[in-house]
């Protein structure tokens, strides 16, 4: 089992920045591609970032390239997302979400999820 808790969420203007984090415990972190969903209100979940297990790689949603940054420390067992230049369109409930195999963009293909972060971008 593995339990993934987000922070860093919060309400920032359009153009501003936040730091996500993931904390992971229980079973083995290291083992796992871990992603970034998002869920706006009266949308689909959406695929927001995705890193490989080692770090070496990471795919970005077109809506998001350029501005978000995945990144992760395995000995921290967390996982980041940097977001910058943030516009109205990014506010969501963001997630968390470990798989044990290679990086995915399908959330179906997740095994675990965390709570979730509100993050609120004003115009």
């Known amino acids: 089992q593995v339990q993934l808790v987000e922070s860093g969420g919060g309400l920032v203007q359009a153009g501003g920045s936040l730091r996500l984090s993931c904390a992971a415990s229980?079973?083995?972190?290291?083992?796992?591609?871990m992603g970034w969903f998002r869920q706006a209100p009266g949308k689909e979940r959406e695929f927001v970032a995705t890193?490989?297990?080692?770090?070496?790689?990471?795919f970005y949603a077109d809506s998001v390239k350029g501005r978000f940054t995945i990144s992760r420390d395995n000995a921290k067992n967390t996982v980041y997302l940097q977001m910058n230049s943030l516009k109205p369109e990014d506010t969501a409930v963001y997630y968390c979400?470990?798989?044990?195999?290679?990086?995915?963009?399908?959330?179906?293909?997740?095994?675990?999820w965390g709570q979730g972060t509100q993050v609120t971008v004003s115009s």
């Open positions: 890193i490989t297990w080692r770090g070496g790689s990471a």
């Open positions: 229980g079973r083995t972190f290291n083992f796992g591609a």
């Open positions: 979400a470990r798989r044990p195999g290679g990086a995915s963009v399908r959330d179906g293909e997740y095994e675990y």
